[in-house]
C-alpha cells in the first residue's frame, strides 16, 4: 500500500477536462514539494509537474498542479488520446527519510 | 543533451547476483543525485535509494535496505544497484532518475534512463 493514495483510474472523453488527486499526510505532501510524472505504455516516466505546479521546457499548459495541506491534484485539459497513460505524483517524506510514489492513476480518454 | 543510460536486460537465476548500471551523460555527473527506481510487472514506481556520486552519500527507502547496494564510480559517470543473491520477486524493470537535490527546492527527478528489464527465474 502506497504512502500517497491516487485513484487507481480516470476516465474522459477527448477535449474535456480530467482531475487525478495524489492525498498524503504531514510528513510528506504536507511539508514537501510534489512532482508529477507520465508513463506512457512501454516508456520511462517522464517529469510532468515538479515543485507542485511548475512545468518542466516542452511540457504543454494542458497540464498543471496544485497542492492544498495534504493534497495535491494534477489537472489535464484538452485531454487528446495521447494523453492515455499512467501519472504518479511523488515527494520526499521526512518522516520515512525517503521518496515515495502514489500508486499511479491510469487515464483512459474514450 | 542529458542522457542516462541503463545496461541491458538480464536473466538470472534465483541466487546469483547482478549488478546493473546506469550511465550519465551531458551534464557533471557528480552534482546530482541518482535515484533508482523498480516498477514490478503490471505495478507501479517503488523508490529503492539514491546517491549523491559526488561524495558517495546514499540513501534507501526503508523497503529496500539491505536488499540492495547501491553504489556509483565516479570516474565512469556510472551508477550501480546490485543483488547478491536474486530472488524471484526481484524479477521488475528498474530505472534510474537524476535528481538535483534530496527534498525542497529540486527535488524531483527530471531525466530517466530506457529501464533495465531484470528477469529473475529457475
Known amino acids: 500500500q502506497s504512502v500517497l493514495t491516487q485513484p487507481p483510474s480516470v476516465s474522459a472523453a477527448p477535449g474535456q477536462k480530467v482531475t487525478i488527486s495524489c492525498s498524503g499526510g504531514?510528513?510528506?505532501?504536507?511539508?514537501?514539494?510534489v512532482s508529477w510524472y507520465q508513463q506512457l505504455p512501454g516508456t520511462a516516466p517522464k517529469l510532468l509537474i515538479f515543485e507542485n505546479n511548475k512545468r518542466p521546457s516542452g511540457i504543454p499548459d494542458r497540464f498543471s498542479g496544485s497542492k492544498s495541506g495534504t493534497s495535491a491534484t494534477l489537472g489535464i485539459t484538452g485531454l487528446q488520446t495521447g494523453d492515455e497513460a499512467d501519472y504518479y505524483c511523488?515527494?520526499?517524506?521526512?518522516?520515512?527519510?525517503?521518496?515515495?510514489f502514489g500508486g499511479g492513476t491510469k487515464l483512459t480518454v474514450l | 543533451e542529458v542522457q542516462l543510460v541503463q545496461s541491458g536486460a538480464e536473466v538470472k537465476k534465483p541466487g546469483e547476483s547482478l549488478r546493473i548500471s546506469c550511465k550519465g551523460s551531458?551534464?557533471?555527473?557528480?552534482?546530482?543525485?541518482i535515484a533508482w527506481v523498480r516498477q514490478m510487472p503490471g505495478k507501479g514506481l517503488e523508490w529503492m535509494g539514491i546517491i549523491y556520486p559526488g561524495d558517495s552519500d546514499t540513501r534507501y527507502s526503508p523497503s529496500f535496505q539491505g536488499q540492495v547496494t547501491i553504489s556509483a564510480d565516479r570516474s565512469l559517470s556510472t551508477a550501480y544497484v546490485q543483488w547478491n543473491s536474486l530472488k524471484a520477486s526481484d524479477t521488475a524493470m528498474y530505472f534510474c532518475a537524476r535528481q538535483s537535490t534530496l527534498y525542497g527546492s529540486g527535488s524531483y527527478s527530471d531525466y530517466w534512463g530506457q529501464g533495465t528489464l531484470v528477469t529473475v527465474s529457475s
Open positions: 504531514s510528513s510528506n505532501i504536507g511539508n514537501n514539494y
Open positions: 551531458g551534464y557533471s555527473f557528480i552534482s546530482y543525485w
Open positions: 511523488g515527494t520526499w517524506d521526512t518522516r520515512l527519510r525517503a521518496w515515495v
